[in-house]
């Protein structure tokens, strides 16, 4: 299906960080089109803006998860680390999103290229530790998502991350996925963390050619989604939560089935496969979310100190959400007839 010229136009009237993304995947545009939009991202607009703000020692905000003058005892700890795992935080307060993994993250995900931040894998190697137990950075730390984080943004920058890989390995729960909270005991995966997780091997993978153990790791936690249709607990059948249907951007750590369905796509480029039929109930419910306009509303903003906002208002369209979306919908649909068997 042609995308709406209209909304296209729409699209494409966006900061060097989207537009790129939408030329490639929405427009069809020729690959010296996009790549040139692609390489204005160090240089002006968003990402350029958060490269200037990056600390002499190669950190933001001079720390690793967390700002350095971030109070653990205050009101921003109170809800941060359940932020961190994708849960409900407690409104005007909550994970800032200001220092190092999340700064690199946004900078990852919206295609910097890594020569724009060379050097950065060196200077955080030598000063940059994990607020958890004072661990190297380049080593990870305890908890899935960020190992996730860090896995794909040290593959991205050159970095040797191939024991966080291994750690993926070790900490895989019986079911399938992972769990951040396994340090506390939990022995069942969450729809949150084994999404993160998913997405760090997956880039780990593309960039790497990744081993076989850990393509296997990856169809294990992708079935683990896939059998609850990325929406519904295993057991009774019913929606897992109400943070399923909620769109926002940025994603951060938090779980959707835009977020979800999104993901399968580019796992399924990756492999070289049509869509999983099970994906069905996810994208009938990103569907449900469009406007008759095609865009899509921005539901929330994630509480949590920001550089500056990259997104619009809750309740104004959103041309991240309505790229995501209209990107996942224009792939289930095109690939119509030619999805696996269950």
């Not at 995308?3 to 030329?23: H, Y």
């Not at 950075?137 to 860090?150: H, P």
């Not at 929406?231 to 943070?243: A, F, M, N």
């Not at 995501?324 to 030619?338: H, I, K, M, N, P």
């Amino acid at each position: 299906m042609a995308v709406d010229p209209s909304l296209l136009n729409w699209l494409l009237d966006s900061d060097p960080a989207l537009r790129w993304q939408v030329e490639r995947d929405l427009a069809g545009a020729p690959r010296d089109i996009w790549e040139a939009t692609r390489d204005r991202l160090a240089t002006e607009g968003l990402a350029a803006r958060l490269l200037a703000l990056q600390d002499p020692d190669g950190q933001w905000a001079g720390g690793a998860f967390f700002p350095r003058d971030f109070d653990f005892h205050g009101p921003e700890a109170t809800h941060g680390l359940e932020a961190t795992h994708g849960l409900e935080a407690a409104e005007g307060a909550g994970q800032p999103w200001t220092a190092t993994t999340w700064t690199l993250n946004t900078l990852r995900d919206w295609g910097l290229d890594a020569a724009a931040l060379a050097g950065t894998a060196e200077l955080l190697a030598v000063n940059s530790r994990w607020e958890y137990d004072n661990l190297p950075y380049w080593g990870g730390e305890v908890d899935c998502c960020i190992n996730a984080y860090t896995l794909a943004n040290g593959v991205w920058l050159g970095a040797d991350v191939s024991g966080i890989a291994q750690w993926f390995l070790d900490h895989r729960m019986a079911d399938g996925g992972w769990n951040c909270e396994w340090v506390e005991g939990s022995t069942r995966s969450s729809f949150h963390s084994t999404l993160n997780a998913l997405k760090g091997l997956l880039d780990y993978e593309a960039a790497t050619g990744g081993t076989s153990r850990l393509r296997a790791a990856r169809r294990a936690g992708e079935e683990y989604l896939l059998q609850r249709r990325l929406l519904r607990t295993l057991s009774t059948g019913e929606i897992v939560g109400p943070w399923v249907a909620r769109f926002t951007y940025p994603f951060r750590s938090f779980y959707s089935a835009l977020n979800a369905a999104d993901y399968f796509r580019t796992a399924a480029l990756h492999d070289g496969a049509a869509p999983d039929p099970r994906l069905a109930d996810a994208i009938e419910l990103v569907r449900a979310a469009r406007r008759s306009d095609g865009r899509w509303l921005q539901e929330r903003r994630h509480p949590g100190r920001v550089w500056f906002e990259v997104d619009v208002a809750p309740g104004e369209p959103s041309k991240w959400l309505t790229f995501f979306g209209t990107r996942v919908l224009e792939w289930w649909d095109g690939a119509s007839g030619q999805l696996r068997p269950r």
